[in-house]
């Protein structure tokens, strides 16, 4: 029988879901809201594929209605955790007015605890994510990487410091996947004479990965190691461009650690300080883009309007918005875990984003996030879409004065 | 794999059947806290109206019971199995409008399109539906609000109940045939635009059916212009505040029509429970001082001069019998003007639900009177929670009329029933109390209109129904669904 220790934490969570189903399918013109679920259209659509069917199940597992099972555990991994379920749940869109019942309940914090309860039941995680668990238990990276190939993005002959009152946060997917924003970050960061550290060799994978998918063993060792070494680097302030690691260290880090002694920001509120303080220009190009506001740094963290006014502060740039923006925004369908276990939902989620930005009209999709921008590549790719899809440091970097 | 599964994988393909354990126990449960959970064998959700078919005919051959289940939101048991067993249809992945007819001002939709998403393209053309279905229209669909006369969810006391504006359906009769009803009962016929003709409204046959009619796969509904202007206040009202707000909805009535396009009266208890005053969580901050309770309306008309005219009349005769208006601003305690201009209509539910905390659920009871008895029942159901104090204590369940709403010409929806918890101990006490105030209900003459398990069978049980009355019911589902396959056990049918 398993012990379900995680779900019983959140018993009087679970229980205050009264069951209406916004969550399915909500819209609300008067909030921009058009749909909740990204899943949902790309899966067998039972109720279990969605919030409030897994929030049943959750019940069912703590009244012992349900066993676990390796069925249950591959529907309830095919969530990319976006939060916008939890949006619509505790949207009144008035300050004045609150919903109670839903905001008492964290959908998200629900299905990451029932994940960790069925890995601890042996029915999860995907098999994949076992895969990149024992790769990062050896290499601290989930990209089956060799540890020290995190930095072979740094120029040849460029050193960082080790110890700064900024220190950069490199994550893995940049490293690893896309170099080159690793490299646009220096050359920003070079061209508004700022200077930073990189933790390398001592920076591990945050944990996100196995946060959002059940493995929290892992997840709280990667935590304190990397803690540590940021207390021990004298970081007042560490940048992170991941949006994925930006949400782990602002808030799980916290809530697992304890309260921080440095500032976690995000690369795109560092470049829009940097604009405002005046110490970056940018050259005039005629380009409509829309902007796809990733789940971590938005609907997680609040962060919306800087990523906007960054892009409208290069010259002769026209921002056109998608019809789902900010608390509202479509998944790209990455996240969760989803991207590795369900490489194939992961695309079809993002094809129906590449869609919407089609839509506006615009030549190109930015993100800040390098997980969405390569999961809204592959789904361009798929559906041989014009648009360009790019992260906003990447453009910044070309235009660069 | 049993033979009934396969025949359902070639009816809906394999992906849309289920017999997993986690699947069946998702749809084992409705939205109230005390049913007990009754299993499915199977759960499918067909894609279009033939595959709805030949499901129904499956089930015919094999003697399956089937409910039929749009977004799951009955809160009367309506849309789960009463027994063990058989199949529910989950009918959400049919949610297409399939045409918005101007000339006819109709929109012609698949049933298992949320009320939100349809009124969402409708007014970005300038359109609404009138009555906008149940209050929890962001989720509930055309097809189940239609099967149960759902109000509620806006624009009730304007258009009356959603079934009122229903102009022709597709409906997937037991036997696995597919009819027709209204302008296109008539292969003749260009486009669904009338309901009445043709002999008789065999529409009317499968609306407020709860499902044991027919299976609605399409519905064409009225849809109205949305007026240019509008106007919505919130006032607090004087005790005795049941008959002064009975009074000002009748004088409103005795007026005409006034372009009331919805009004609710919340009692000072429930304004308390909103305002933290019996659990310290507030719904309406700026109620968090009124103690006395709450009456609103929103109205809508073509011109500004008619809106003005028409508020001037209304409000005369709210003041008239002790209404105070707030200020004009949601900020001020106006959730009129949240109802209307953010679709609060939509969401209300969701505060009220949520007035005792986490947890707590409704055991509805909501009902029509007429105008004029509402007070007596409003007071009639004080009465039955004294006599039932002591199992009320035992379950920690409140109850009591949390809203009344204004719905069509005469009418008051009032929104009774307990608060209880959502925890398994405590569901057969639920039950039983849920069933007495029902049953109380009816034999005060309470109209039950969203009737699923609970009330249909408090009606038989009461026997509400003349004899005469429940035999014809009977032999129009025998002669429909001789095998009795659809929804069976709902009216002891």
């Known amino acids: 029988m398993a012990e379900l220790k995680n779900l019983k934490k959140l018993y009087d969570m679970v229980y205050s879901c009264s069951g209406i189903g916004d969550c399915r399918r909500a819209f609300k013109l008067s909030a921009g809201r058009y749909g909740v679920c990204p899943v949902l259209d790309h899966s067998p659509a039972f109720d279990p594929y969605y919030a409030r069917g897994k929030v049943r199940i959750a019940k069912g597992l703590l009244e012992r209605k349900v066993a676990p099972s390796e069925p249950l555990a591959r529907a309830m991994y095919q969530c990319t955790t976006c939060g916008s379920c939890k949006s619509i749940c505790h949207q009144s869109a008035c300050e004045y007015i609150q919903l109670p019942t839903s905001l008492f309940l964290d959908h998200m914090k629900v299905f990451e605890a029932m994940r960790a309860d069925l890995v601890e039941a042996g029915v999860a995680p995907m098999p994949r994510h076992r895969e990149i668990l024992e790769w990062t238990k050896k290499e601290h990276n989930p990209y089956m990487e060799k540890h020290e190939d995190r930095i072979k993005w740094l120029p040849k002959g460029k050193t960082l410091p080790r110890k700064a009152k900024v220190v950069f946060f490199m994550g893995c997917t940049e490293p690893y996947r896309q170099p080159e924003l690793c490299q646009a970050f220096l050359s920003i960061m070079e061209a508004a004479h700022q200077n930073f550290a990189t933790l390398h060799p001592q920076e591990w994978c945050c944990g996100s990965v196995f946060l959002r998918t059940g493995m929290w063993d892992l997840a709280e060792e990667l935590a304190k190691h990397n803690l540590e070494t940021l207390k021990n680097s004298g970081a007042k302030e560490v940048v992170t461009h991941c949006a994925g690691c930006y949400r782990t260290l602002k808030l799980d880090y916290p809530e697992l650690l304890g309260e921080l002694p440095f500032e976690v920001v995000n690369t795109i509120e560092v470049v829009r300080d940097l604009i405002n303080d005046g110490k970056l220009k940018f050259k005039k190009t005629e380009l409509r883009v829309t902007y796809h506001d990733p789940c971590h740094l938005g609907r997680h963290a609040g962060v919306y309007d800087a990523p906007r006014e960054v892009i409208k502060a290069i010259p002769g740039v026209e921002l056109v918005e998608m019809r789902r923006i900010k608390d509202a925004s479509w998944c790209c369908g990455a996240g969760g875990g989803v991207k590795s276990a369900f490489p194939d939902l992961a695309v079809e989620i993002a094809k129906d984003r590449i869609s919407e930005a089609e839509e506006t009209g615009a030549e190109c999709l930015l993100s800040t996030c390098p997980f969405c921008a390569r999961n809204l590549k592959d789904a361009a790719q798929a559906t041989e879409s014009k648009i360009r899809v790019y992260d906003i440091l990447e453009l910044l970097q070309k235009q660069l004065k | 794999m049993s033979r009934v599964y396969r025949a359902l994988e070639d009816a809906v393909g394999p992906e849309h059947v289920s017999d997993q354990d986690f699947v069946l126990y998702s749809y084992s449960r409705g939205m109230d806290g005390a049913l007990p959970e009754k299993r499915p064998d199977f759960v499918v959700n067909p894609g279009t109206t033939e595959e709805v078919a030949e499901v129904v005919r499956i089930a015919n051959r094999y003697k399956i019971p089937i409910v039929p289940r749009g977004g799951g939101c009955c809160l009367m048991g309506g849309s789960k199995p009463i027994e063990i067993g058989g199949i529910v249809m989950d009918l959400t992945r049919m949610h297409k409008i399939l045409g918005i007819d101007e000339n006819t001002l109709t929109v012609t939709v698949e049933a298992g399109i949320t009320w939100a998403e349809l009124n969402t393209k409708l007014n970005e053309m300038g359109y609404y539906t009138g009555n906008l279905g149940p209050g929890s229209g962001m989720s509930a669909v055309v097809g189940g609000g239609l099967s149960h006369h759902s109000v509620g969810g806006g624009g009730g006391a304007k258009y009356g109940t959603c079934t009122e504006q229903c102009v022709a359906l597709e409906v997937v009769l037991p036997n696995g045939d597919t009819v027709s009803t209204g302008s296109n009962a008539s292969v003749y016929t260009k486009e669904p635009f009338c309901r009445f003709g043709f002999g008789p409204d065999l529409t009317a046959l499968f609306l407020g059916d709860n499902g044991i009619m027919g299976i609605k796969t399409k519905a064409t509904l009225n849809i109205y212009p949305k007026p240019e202007y509008h106007e919505g206040k919130t006032f607090t009202v004087e005790e005795p505040s049941p008959e002064n707000a009975t009074k000002m909805w009748l004088g409103w009535r005795k007026r005409g029509d006034l372009?009331?396009?919805?009004?609710q009266f919340l009692p000072q208890i429930m304004v308390e429970g909103m305002t933290g005053k019996l659990t310290g969580i507030t719904v309406v901050k700026p109620w968090e001082e009124i103690e006395k309770a709450i009456f609103w309306y929103t109205m809508e008309?073509?011109?500004?001069?008619?809106?003005?005219?028409?508020?001037?009349?209304?409000?005369?005769?709210?003041?008239?019998?002790?209404?105070?208006?707030?200020?004009?601003?949601?900020?001020?305690?106006?959730?009129?003007?949240?109802?209307?201009?953010?679709?609060?209509?939509?969401?209300?539910?969701?505060a009220l639900w949520g007035g005792l905390g986490p947890g707590s659920i409704p055991c509805s009871t909501e009902h029509h009177v007429p105008i004029h008895r509402f007070p007596y029942i409003y007071h009639k159901l004080d009465e039955w929670g004294h006599v039932h104090g002591e199992e009320l204590t035992e379950a920690v369940a409140i109850p009591g009329v949390s809203t009344a709403i204004l719905c069509g010409r005469t009418t008051v929806e009032v929104d009774s029933g307990i608060v209880v918890w959502d925890k398994p101990e405590l569901r057969e006490v639920n039950r039983k109390l849920w069933i007495s105030q029902i049953q109380f209900l009816i034999k005060e003459g309470a109209m039950p209109y969203m009737v699923g398990e609970v009330a249909s069978r408090a009606l038989i049980d009461t026997g509400a129904f003349t004899g005469t009355y429940y035999e014809f019911l009977k032999s129009v589902k025998d002669a429909l669904d001789p095998n009795n396959i659809l929804s069976p056990g709902k009216f002891y049918l």
């Open chain 2, 301 to 350: 008309a073509d011109t500004p001069e008619q809106l003005e005219a028409n508020v001037k009349i209304v409000d005369k005769i709210v003041k008239e019998n002790g209404g105070e208006a707030l200020g004009p601003e949601i900020k001020d305690g106006n959730i009129a003007k949240w109802h209307y201009e953010e679709q609060g209509h939509w969401q209300n539910w969701h």
């Open chain 2, 259 to 263: 372009g009331i396009y919805d009004s």
